[in-house]
């Protein structure tokens, strides 16, 4: 079943202040549901060194690109510092937008849906073939250009009047 919730992209005090703690707390608890999700699909399919692509389609049909992309952005962004992560990886993360969301002791709430149970190594490699799958997605997608090409309607021929100059 899909993940209904859209993905709310501003820290708690702003939901606060704009009346929309409801929708922030549903997406945060989207995000932790995502995040362990996510830990569940690559324990369930790594086996013999391997880590089946299918690990990736389980968990974008349940919560699609937009949150995992940024539950494994701030994934990467929480564990920079870490070598197993690919630099390639670490730049993508930098370009997904992820709210900074102190609490009131100064801790971060975003460490709440970091994916860590799985060996960082395996979490990279996830979000690899996240990022495969989504380009392979878009390249089938049709460009707008051509969709638009393909249904532009040719206007409507002007009928071309044949008595030009004759008089009635």
């Known amino acids: 079943m899909k993940e209904q919730t859209s993905l709310y992209t501003y820290p708690g005090r702003y939901a606060n202040e704009h009346g929309e703690l409801e929708q922030y ?9 995502c995040k362990e999700a996510i830990e569940h699909s690559i324990t369930d399919h ?3 060194n391997r880590l089946d692509p299918a690990c990736v389609k389980q968990v974008v049909e349940q919560f699609g690109y937009e949150r995992v ?5 701030n994934t990467v962004r929480q564990k920079d510092f870490d ?3 690919s630099h390639d990886n670490k730049a993508w993360a930098k370009t997904i937008p992820v709210c900074e969301d102190p609490d009131g ?5 975003n460490v709440y849906f970091v994916v860590d149970r799985p060996h960082t ?3 990279d490699l996830f979000l690899t073939q996240v990022r495969k799958a989504y ?4 390249e089938k997608k049709p460009s707008v250009r051509d969709t638009l090409g393909k249904a532009s309607v040719q206007p409507a021929q ?3 009047n044949t008595h030009k100059g004759q008089e009635r």
């Open 83 to 85: 070598g197993r992560i």
């Open 158 to 160: 002007t009928p071309v």
């Open 121 to 123: 190594g395996l979490t």
């Open 25 to 33: 707390r549903a997406s945060y608890r989207a995000n932790i549901s």
């Open 69 to 73: 992309f940024y539950v494994l952005a």
């Open 135 to 138: 380009d392979l997605e878009q």
């Open 46 to 48: 790594y086996g013999n």
């Open 105 to 109: 002791f100064g801790g971060d709430r």
